[in-house]
């Protein structure tokens, strides 16, 4: 079988992918057949296993491709960081959901988050696992910067700062999915008081020493 040009194939790949999301969001994930994304693609089903093999593939790569959508937002905050770390870290904490459920569907979290807690073999689990590593990541560099500015103690650990603001996160998150609120109703209800709890006696005031 002769192999469309990579331009071609990337354009089909993103329809398709498309398709899925769309597909994924009014049915739920577990009713839509591959044979229902070709025929909302315009595709063959052929067509659609020759790129992805899997729903679970093409469900990995709407993740990744929403996760590279989502880096610029996040690049920019970190770049005008409040100058409050309570109000930085509430006010990321809020981009994160939102981005969460802007880019992806209730439905989709919730395998997601279930892979993750309960099937540590899977690539939905590694793809997880790729996501929190990233925010990891921002955290530290986010945290680093408040010590640097004398706006958190010298002897908090950053790296165990960072993983609690991460479980706290992804708690936060589950109980959004599996509630009817919204991610503003919910940040409000169960994250802000959490991230605050989680910093309170960390924080210098300004002015006084670290």
Same mark, same amino acid.
């Given at each position: 079988?002769?192999?469309?040009?990579?331009?071609?194939?990337?354009?089909?790949?993103?329809?398709?992918?498309?398709?899925?999301?769309?597909?994924?969001?009014?049915?739920?994930?577990?009713?839509?057949?591959?044979?229902?994304?070709?025929?909302?693609?315009?595709?063959?089903?052929?067509?659609?296993?020759?790129?992805?093999?899997?729903?679970?593939?093409?469900?990995?790569?709407?993740?990744?491709?929403?996760?590279?959508?989502? /880096?610029?937002?996040?690049?920019?905050?970190?770049?005008?960081?409040?100058?409050?770390?309570?109000?930085?870290?509430?006010?990321?904490?809020? &981009?994160?959901?939102?981005?969460?459920?802007?880019?992806?569907?209730?439905?989709?979290?919730?395998?997601?988050?279930?892979?993750? /807690? /309960?099937?540590?073999?899977?690539?939905?689990?590694?793809?997880?696992?790729?996501?929190?590593?990233?925010?990891?990541k921002q955290y530290i560099r986010?945290?680093?910067?408040?010590?640097?500015?004398?706006?958190?103690?010298?002897?908090?650990?950053?790296?165990?700062?960072?993983?609690?603001?991460?479980?706290?996160?992804n708690a936060v998150l589950a109980?959004?999915?599996?509630?009817?609120?919204?991610?503003?109703?919910?940040?409000?209800?169960?994250?802000?008081?959490?991230?605050? &709890?989680?910093?309170?006696?960390?924080?210098?005031?300004?002015?006084?020493?670290?």
């Amino acid at each position: 079988m002769t192999t469309p040009p990579r331009s071609s194939r990337n354009h089909k790949e993103s329809e398709v992918l498309d398709a899925a999301e769309l597909l994924f969001q009014t049915q739920g994930y577990e009713s839509t057949k591959i044979e229902a994304i070709a025929v909302e693609a315009s595709v063959a089903s052929a067509t659609v296993y020759n790129y992805f093999e899997t729903k679970n593939n093409i469900f990995l790569s709407i993740i990744l491709r929403h996760l590279e959508a989502a /880096l610029p937002e996040r690049r920019r905050f970190m770049r005008a960081l409040p100058d409050d770390p309570v109000a930085g870290i509430i006010a990321f904490e809020n &981009m994160l959901a939102e981005q969460a459920l802007r880019f992806l569907g209730r439905d989709s979290w919730k395998i997601i988050l279930t892979a993750k /807690l /309960l099937d540590d073999q899977s690539a939905a689990h590694r793809t997880a696992r790729r996501l929190d590593t990233l925010i990891y990541k921002q955290y530290i560099r986010i945290l680093t910067r408040y010590r640097n500015m004398g706006r958190i103690d010298d002897d908090v650990d950053i790296a165990l700062l960072a993983s609690l603001l991460i479980d706290v996160g992804n708690a936060v998150l589950a109980r959004i999915v599996v509630s009817a609120h919204t991610v503003a109703e919910g940040m409000k209800l169960w994250g802000d008081p959490s991230v605050r &709890m989680v910093l309170r006696g960390l924080i210098v005031e300004p002015g006084k020493p670290a």
